[in-house]
């Protein structure tokens, strides 16, 4: 499934027919933190850059107007963009609750992108939506147990005839909307270690059967290379990484959103219900502590952008908040941000973090 990268002591990422230097994936992070300046910066570095799809177009002038054509419209732009900024391997993030996520996907596709990675709901319609003509960027849903990853694969390989490329599974530590109940992310049944080996146990027969291998990527709470080796010992074939890339020079959000990460402290870093009907993780600050309290407001919502949505219950609309937290405007939004994320002590740049994250898998055994 991988050999050993010659230039530091990590495999590659071999997924099909691509190879991936470094088995280092860079989260796709909305609203608007991972863009082509951050995508194109990790590919540069041979790993994987991803773009974030959310709320892709809210700074366009036409977004009011056709919120869906302005997202399409930027998510092509930006993928162009990233591509004129690296030769690297790049990737676009969508969530599954986003309504029409299916134009999107078919969008980044018909403008180059070379993997999609899907997460908050099951992709089952994700296949059907390519264009034939065009190649087929790798598929990588992104789970948080093996019952997904299998249901999943016997879905595709019905109706579409193949299954998806790779897995990332996603456990409790991760930053942004997470795939589990409250109480199942303290509960150590769900934790990342033990979850990835309940997804590599499940496709197990599905690999074999089929005669494919289906590489398991791990996300939530890596922060060193020595958490790197740890998965990759696992059975993992990389890891996708989020935080750590938020407290990066080349990360696309204003940097009052990356001095939260810098100056956080472990118990600053907490779980809100979001109005998509998922918990998150996030940064705490007067604007979630008002909204933990359910006060008496209602907010109208203008674009029912969300699926899942609890529109007519939301105390706000959280595609506005990550808005104002991109810009940095904290007083109206909030920073998502992994459990990890008050050990940040200061911004780096992409390529000194990969440096650290090499040197520190080389060095522990
Ligand atoms: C600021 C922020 C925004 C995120 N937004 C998204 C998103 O839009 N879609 C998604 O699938 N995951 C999102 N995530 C999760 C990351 O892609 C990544 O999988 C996760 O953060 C990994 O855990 P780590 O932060 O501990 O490395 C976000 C994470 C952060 C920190």
Redesign the pocket.
Known sequence: MSDVNSQNCMPKLVIGDLEINKPII??????G??LAGLASAVANEGGVG?I???GIGMFDSEFKSNPLQANLKCLREEIIKARGMTDGVLGF?I?IAISNHTDYIRVAQEAGIDMV?T??GLPLDVPGCLNPDVKRPKLVP?VSGGRAAAMICRRWKKRHGFVPDAF?V?GP?????LGFSKEEISDPKCSLDNILVDVLESIKDIESNYGQSIPVIA?????TGKDIKRVLELGASGV???????ATEECD?SDIFKKLYVECKEEDIRIIDSPIGLPG?VINNAFVEMFSGKPDIKVKCPYACITSCKRDKALYCIAEALLHAKVGDMKEGF???????YRIKEIITVHELFEQLCNDYCASN
């Open positions: 860079q989260g796709g992070m909305g609203l933190v991972s991803v974030s799809a959310v993030n969530l990675f997460g908050a992104i990332v996603e530590l991760a930053g942004g909307h996300a939530g709470g890596i922060y996708q990484m989020g935080t750590r890339f938020v959000v993780r920073a998502f941000a992994g459990a990890n994320a």
